[in-house]
């Protein structure tokens, strides 16, 4: 059994990751936003650290984690869009008639968000090097492979309000854009959150997304053995775990 559920977990991966391939300009229009940022903000932040002591060195090498996450954060929140796309077309509704464990099908979903998440990362790390940019290879597949795991559990969880905002689409916008920029704003992604208040330092501390960045921060810095990077893994697996649960059980009790 599981090696059939194995199975429709790769094949529902490769249909979902074939309408990337079908329409990439998608894929390229969402790299239009990482890179703006990185354009813009690089440059303020460099006058702004001076001789670089806010950022504990270069500012480009503090902020260019802090673009990857944000890419995984709004590619794999987002997601949920296309699912409801397809519960509007009857297409979702078809899926669940098939033979296909449901199981496998919100796996499937999720771990399609690998695979655009893992090229778009790529590319800014890539076009950050020529600016000052210094790369560590190995440390960048590892953080890259904690915001697989990471972006697997956020893409779950956008599937699940997704089934659960089907009938009021309104709701999964609602709650998405609510939840998603003081997420990104209370994890320190932009600017160093030890100047802000106590209160956005407290909150800091209870956001998993805050874990993730200082640990992508700590690997793109060139360091592999740091307890930074072990709790951005608890974070980053813990996200996932109830990201799955959720989304299964959702999916499993779903009648459109």
Same mark, same amino acid.
């Given at each position: 059994?599981? /090696? ?32 703006? !940022? ?39 929140? /987002? ?12 297409? !979702? ?37 020529? !600016? ?56 320190? /992604? ?29 690997? !793109? ?36």
């Amino acid at each position: 059994m599981s /090696m059939a559920i194995a199975l429709d977990v790769r094949n529902v991966w490769w249909r979902e990751t074939l309408t990337i391939v079908r329409d990439p300009f998608s894929l390229i229009f969402s790299l239009l936003q990482p890179l703006v !940022f990185l354009g813009l903000f690089g440059p303020l932040l460099s006058g702004l650290a001076g001789n670089g002591e806010l950022f504990g060195g270069s500012s480009l090498q503090w902020f260019l984690p802090g673009v990857v996450v944000m890419i995984t954060m709004f590619g794999t929140s /987002m997601t949920g869009a296309n699912l409801q796309f397809e519960i509007m077309t009857g297409a !979702f509704e078809r899926m669940l008639a098939t033979p296909l464990s449901r199981t496998s099908l919100m796996v499937g979903r999720a771990l399609k968000e690998l695979t655009p998440l893992v090229v778009q990362a790529l590319i800014v790390t890539l076009v950050a090097i020529p !600016f000052g940019f210094v790369l560590y290879p190995l440390h960048v597949l590892v953080g890259l492979l904690m915001l697989g795991i990471f972006g697997v559990g956020v893409g779950a969880l956008s599937y699940a309000l997704a089934i659960a905002a089907r009938k009021t689409e309104w709701i999964f916008w609602a709650v998405q854009q609510s939840l998603l920029f003081p997420l990104l704003i209370l994890s320190g /992604m932009m600017l160093p959150l030890e100047t802000g208040p106590g209160w956005m330092q407290v909150a800091s501390k209870v956001n998993p997304l805050t874990y993730i960045v200082d640990a992508e921060r700590v690997l !793109f810095s060139g360091t592999l053995a740091s307890p930074t990077v072990a709790w951005g893994f608890v974070a980053a697996v813990v996200t996932a775990a109830v990201g799955l649960f959720v989304g299964i059980r959702s999916i499993r009790t779903a009648t459109i």
